[in-house]
């Protein structure tokens, strides 16, 4: 049955797939514009709580889970023994949650360019913020790029990229000359993982030259794990892997299996079967 929008609905329009999406909102609760960016919070009928940044739809409180557990979990089981772990952007701290939820993780920094989404986070979705206070936690508002390369070197075990799409204060965070920087500071064995966009629409664009960046940037594997996502284009996302010196197809599947913690997405099965990538997937990516 269809039925015309009307100005009840919050719709995205992604115009170069010539595709939409659309979610039945009650009232806007919040609008501000940052130094950076747009940003609107609306309260939805069927999502809970709506983050929307320069007009695309970032978060919601109904499958935000999807998302913050693929970023992190599949990284941090894939190294042998993450103790210091960089997330660059993660402004909404949902990602900075669930790695926290590593008990051998030592120290966790997170850095936003933006702080209003950290403060409208802690605001409006106060479940993904309940470990700021995490003695482990150090949460950061400057320049991503620009404290990658204060960094000293090989100091990190795992850098987690939980960026928006590359245009504007993102654009920079999916070039080669960001993943040297990343590779510098990271240990050996260390691991990289960028947000990568949809399988169905990027692909052959975006996802082909993650790999191929990542490679010229030293990085000697690398590894797209795709997951549901339904408010985002598409429907359908991926987190795009890269190892210094390790094999970021293989995972501590016994740790992974026999975790300590609760998660609604990520297990040890999720994990191995998105490794596992669709025919048209490997046909560009090999």
């Known amino acids: 049955m269809s039925e015309q929008l009307d100005n009840n609905w919050f719709t995205e329009v992604f115009t170069s797939c010539g595709s939409g999406f659309s979610l ?29 940044i320069d007009g695309c739809v970032m978060l919601t409180d109904r499958d935000n889970f999807l998302y913050h557990e693929m970023m992190s979990h599949p990284a941090l089981f894939s190294h042998p023994d993450p103790k210091r772990v960089v997330i660059i952007g993660g402004g909404d701290c949902g990602t900075l949650r669930e790695v926290l939820k590593h008990p051998g993780v030592e120290k966790v920094t997170q850095i936003d360019i933006d702080k209003l989404v950290t403060d409208l986070s802690e605001k409006y979705f106060p479940q993904l913020c309940d470990s700021n206070d995490d003695p482990r936690a150090e949460l950061l508002f400057e320049d991503g790029v620009k404290w990658v390369d204060e960094c000293p070197e090989e ?75 339904p408010v985002y ?48 997937m490997k046909k560009v990516l090999g």
């Not at 245009?167 to 064995?189: H, S, T, W, Y």
Request: proline share 6%.
């Open 155 to 229: 100091s990190v075990d795992v850098i987690i990229v939980d960026s928006t799409d590359p245009v504007g204060p993102a654009e920079g965070l999916f070039k080669v000359d960001f993943f040297k920087r990343c590779f510098r500071i990271l240990k050996q064995g260390g691991i990289m993982v960028q947000q990568s966009e949809s399988p169905l629409y990027h692909t052959d664009s975006i996802i082909k030259d993650l790999h191929v960046d990542m490679q010229a940037a030293g990085f000697s594997t690398t590894a797209t794990l795709p997951f549901p996502q």
């Open 24 to 52: 039945k909102v009650k009232a806007k609760l919040h609008e501000e514009q940052s130094p950076y960016q747009k940003l609107e919070i609306y309260d939805t009928e069927t999502y809970g709580n709506l983050m929307v």
């Open 233 to 280: 284009p598409s429907g359908w996302w991926s987190c795009t892997m890269a190892g210094k010196g390790t094999d970021v197809k293989a995972f501590r599947e016994t740790d992974s299996a026999g975790k300590a913690f609760d998660t609604d997405y990520y297990t040890a099965d999720m994990h191995r079967g998105a490794l596992t990538l669709p025919p048209f």
